[in-house]
Nanobody, 125 residues
Framework: QVQLVESGGGLVQAGGSLRLSCANS????????MGWFRQAPGKERDFVAA????????YYSDSVKDRFTISRDNAKNTIYLQMNTLKPEDTAVYYC??????????????????WGQGTQVTVSS
């Protein structure tokens, strides 16, 4: 069974940094890709970043490219999202997600089978 637990959210001023973590307490051998999504109040859940488990290829949305960095620690079954130069529009609940097996899409919500409970990130202006 897969259980994803996010941590690291909080309140930060614009221009500041936060690092989110997502630990997978379940099986690791069949992970294809893991990613981060975010959902602001009244909006859809949007893709933020993803990383391939074996190759460490990374993918980013245009809105966070060059500010956020996704990384993984295979030994700890954990991914991270380093968020720099945060903006008020980055305020959202951030969710970790996992794909089993080969999947073409890295940015579609429906391509991820497992989700964490989310962690709140609030950026004040």
């Amino acid at each position: 069974q897969v259980q994803l637990v996010e941590s690291g959210g909080g309140l930060v001023q614009a221009g500041g940094s936060l690092r989110l973590s997502c630990a997978n307490s379940g099986r690791a051998f069949s992970i294809y890709r893991m990613g981060w999504f975010r959902q602001a109040p009244g909006k859809e859940r949007d893709f933020v970043a993803a990383i391939s488990w074996s190759s460490a290829n990374t993918y980013y949305s245009d809105s966070v490219k060059d500010r956020f960095t996704i990384s993984r620690d295979n030994a700890k079954n954990t991914i991270y999202l380093q968020m720099n130069t945060l903006k008020p529009e980055d305020t959202a609940v951030y969710y970790c997600a996992l794909q089993h097996g080969f999947t073409i899409s890295y940015s579609s919500k429906s391509a991820y089978a497992y989700w964490g409970q989310g962690t709140q990130v609030t950026v004040s202006s």
